[in-house]
């Protein structure tokens, strides 16, 4: 959501592996091939640093970076889940200047091995048993709910937090159902999440609010988040609470 594609897939296709992992995806779990493509690609003589230079060409949805930084500086909690692996989302990350503009991030864990070749493990057991469209290694549903209970737990009934949502794969439709109605979601139009919502909108209590381009993101979020800061200062004039809002960015 950062990128204007899907990370997995472009360094597979920058690295000439697509038909190896056109014929691996219909034979193994996703994860499960990103793993062994990553060990395939390090077979080929790819290095760490090649792949490092790839991440470093994707395409950055024009707008989506200064809307980052400006969500940021108007105090918004942002946080990352994302179905790529830690080392493609803080490379990414990195490169765009905006590692330290989020708190968190939740993603498939990865680490370099003895021989130097990337390996990718999954985020959840395999056996989450989600009934949505997620992917058998993580479902960021779960992850939602996590966030959920812990802003719970540290101001209970008070809480008063709301979240904005921005995804555009299938698997973004499970963490959207466990929003609330003072939350927002942000499905990317014409994408498979958006599809979903459309057959679906019953589901969602959230706030839907769709978006194109990179452009139109960032007007719609920064309007909802200045829309939310607006409200809660009539609210809490006489509170100083400045983390009123996470942001989630899936990718």
Known sequence: MIIDLDSNNWVVDEFGASDMFNQLVPTMLWNTVMDTMMK???AGGKTMQDIEQVLKWAPVIPGVVPAIKAAHALGCDLKIVSDA???FVETILEHSGIKDCFS???TNPSYIDDEGK???CPY???DH???YPCPPNMCKGLVI???QAVSL???GNNNKKRMIYLGDEAGDFCPSLMLREQDFVMPRKDFPVWKLMNENCQLIKAKIHGWTDGEELQHILLRIIKAITTIEEKQILSAADHSKFQTIYSH
């Open 40 to 42: 395939e690609i390090h």
């Open 85 to 87: 692996n830690l080392f």
């Open 104 to 106: 968190e991030i939740n």
């Open 118 to 120: 990337l390996r990718i």
């Open 124 to 126: 959840h057991d395999f």
């Open 129 to 131: 048993k989600c009934k």
């Open 145 to 147: 709910e996590r966030m």
């Open 153 to 155: 737990a540290m101001e």
